[in-house]
């Protein structure tokens, strides 16, 4: 371990080093070398489970079934066959990517629209029991979906909706609710007042002081938002097999993957293809809209 | 149904969506008088109408049920409650949930924040923050898979090779390999593996940005006084970032009370690894059984409420952002 008194060879290196922020803080390397090999070892067990699905998925499947995905090294064969037999094969997953998508799109859509309104409202209007309500929308965060799937379901079927994809739209519409209007809130509170008293000096009424100053204000707020939603959706299995039971038609990629995980458990030429199909998305926006993501899913880790 | 018509209804339900919303706030601009509570209304009207009909009315109607039998015809009382705690199936799942909400907060924290303190302000920090945080994006069901394979079992004969790494590694030592996920109790453990390795990114994120916080005449202080390595962590960065380690740890017991996906996807809750989350599915849309499923909602309702109201006040606290 180095000592941290700023010797004379320390003090030198310091003062090569551009200062990172304004505190001053310079990169180092990692303190000890047991501290690099343990970090070293959770990054290693963090990333081989993956590795190991990945390549399984391209290799042939002859040697998927006799081999373990390790051999690869010694006898490199690469294939996109799998990805093809699963996508167009018999478990046709193609269609299933189709249907997730239908169901994401209005399923972030709608919620971060209402959710908008109505946070613009609790934030800006003035109505009577204002506070009261709010804090009951917030206060509903904490009811487990498990809670209201049931008789959901059951008011989908007699409203004769069963089998098309808007008891999904609704049901993650509604459950996205509490939490998208409780953090969009927050982000309308802090636009100053100043600049909504100038609107109204000038003539404008609610609807363009929404559209035209807050909506521009909040963009970063609802993008980290509708990021999180989108990925929730598209990740979320719960909702899916139990507003589309029975409805092949219309389920989403992670129903479909758990079915076959459960009726096809050994089939790792498709199930490792099958994986990573599914895979691809919330990777793909991982890597482009980092900042956005993470903030998103922080924000919204309590949600469920 | 084809793709076509598929993104036809999808682009159907947008622009109706998008039909109404416009209306509505057309409708409100051009009111003359400004009747505050006209306008008001229609903002939130939209957003409160859903949540009543679709959440608050549902989780009441499940309570409701929560005290009848499976068809909603007879009134049992809290029977079905009685049952949760004394079948000895029930007692499984009850057992299971315990040991996920205990063993998987505290491993996914500790891992997060160890690894957070290690990659603070290294060369690779940015990299090896992602490969932590990734897992976070895959869905469980991907997770649940990926880990399948870890775990996959072969019989141990001459001609077969293993393809599960942690089987071959077994046979590697020279040990026999093992039925991981159908060998209970310890398959709940090897369930558990896959939600921490989930987990542990949310947990590395929020208190790396929390260490990041400590102000830094703190640790130059410590630096001066000769606090180095493991007493730093102990003394100054543990207690410093105590708010941010209670938030995580209560906001991943929430999620792990809820887990449904992984015992869904890996195992479907044989071999004695139920959880109340899965058990809620099986009872209620396998088995049919509303009264016993809605039963085990309402417990799962139960058992949140603590942890969240714990984890709001902390959230104050800590002011996270």
Known sequence: MTAAIPTPALQEELATVEPATITGRTRKRLTSRWASLFALVIAVLWTIPTFGLLLTSLRPEMDIRTSGWWTWFSDPQLTLANYDEVLYGGTSLSTYFVNSIVITIPSVVIPVSIACLASYAFA?????????????????????????????????????LNGTFWPLWISHTIFALPLAIFLLHNFFREVPGELMEAARVDGAGHVTIFLRIMLPLVTPAIAAFAIFQFLWVWNDLLVAITMATGAQEIQPLTARLAELSGSRGSTWHLL????????????????????????????????? | MDNFEKFGQMALAVVLFVGVMGAILLLVGRARRRVDIWQSLAFVLPALLLLGVGLIYPAIRTMYQSLFDRTTDEFLGLDNFTEIFTNSDMLIVLRNTAIWVIVTPIVATFIGLVYAVLVDRSRVEAFAKAVIFLPMAISLVGASIIWRYVYEYRPDQQNIDQVGLLNQLLVWVGLEPRHFLVDSPWNTLFLIVVMIWVQAGFAM???????KAIPSDITEAAQLDGLTGVRMFRYITVPSIRPALIVVLTTISIGTLKVFDIVRTMTGGQFDTS???????????????????????????????PIVAYNVRQLRKADLR
């Open chain 2, 205 to 211: 994120t929020v208190l790396s940005a929390a260490i």
């Open chain 1, 124 to 160: 800006w209007m003035k109505f009577p029991m204002r506070d009261t309500l709010f804090v009951a929308v917030f206060a509903l965060q904490i009811v487990p979906l498990q809670v209201a799937l049931i008789p959901l379901l059951r008011l989908f079927v007699d409203a004769d």
């Open chain 1, 272 to 304: 490792s293809a099958g994986a990573f199909v599914s895979i691809v998305v919330p990777v793909i926006v991982f890597v482009f809209l980092q900042r956005y993501f993470v903030r998103g899913l922080l924000a919204g880790s309590v949600k469920g």
């Open chain 2, 275 to 305: 959880v109340v989350a899965n058990e809620f599915y099986t009872q209620g849309f396998q088995l049919g059984d509303t009264g016993l499923a809605s039963a085990l909602a309402v417990l799962l309702f139960i058992l949140v409420i």
